[in-house]
C-alpha cells in the first residue's frame, strides 16, 4: 500500500520514535523510505546521514534527501519533497504539545495536514503501543 515513505526527521527523540513506524511500512510493503531532514546542524545532517546507511545496511531501501525551506518553514518544504515523490505517507513524530500549544508555538505536524494530499502519520512520544512493539522485537531477536 506505501511504496513511497517519507520519514521527516530534526533526529529529536520525537522524531527517533517515529522511525521503528516508518521502517515497518516500508518492510511490509517493499517500498521506498526517504528520509527528508530541513537544513539546521552539521552535526544533525551527519548523525541522520549514518542512520539512514544503517537502514540500508538492514536492507531498506532508503535515500537522505536534505531540504531546505524559507526560515521557520519546514513544513513546506518537506511537502514539495513529498510532492516530488509522489509519497503514500508522511511519518513524522510529535513533541506532545497539547492543541493550544501546537497552535501558539506551530506544530510541523499541523502545518502538514493542510499542506501535503497523502496521510500523516504522526507518532506521539513515549506511546505504549510503541513501548510493548520495541520489547517484542528485541524479544524476538534475542
Known amino acids: 500500500m506505501f511504496k513511497t515513505v517519507i520519514w521527516a526527521t530534526d533526529a529529536s527523540d520525537a522524531a527517533e520514535a517515529a522511525l521503528p513506524f516508518a521502517k515497518e511500512l516500508v518492510q511490509e510493503s517493499g517500498g521506498k ?83 501535503v494530499p497523502c496521510p500523516v502519520l504522526s507518532v506521539p512520544p513515549a506511546t505504549r503501543w510503541l513501548e510493548r512493539t520495541v520489547r517484542a522485537r528485541a524479544a524476538s531477536v534475542a
Open 33 to 115: 523510505l526517504v528520509v527528508v531532514h530541513c537544513v539546521e546542524h552539521l552535526d544533525v545532517e551527519t548523525r541522520i546521514e549514518s542512520e539512514v546507511e544503517a537502514l540500508r545496511e538492514e536492507g531498506i531501501d532508503a535515500v537522505f534527501k536534505l531540504v531546505s525551506g524559507s526560515a521557520g518553514d519546514p513544513a513546506h518544504a518537506i511537502a514539495d519533497l513529498a510532492s516530488a515523490f509522489e509519497a503514500d505517507v508522511i511519518v513524522v513524530g510529535t513533541r506532545g504539545y497539547g492543541p493550544v500549544v501546537g497552535v501558539v508555538v506551530g506544530s510541523v505536524t499541523q502545518q502538514l495536514l493542510g499542506l
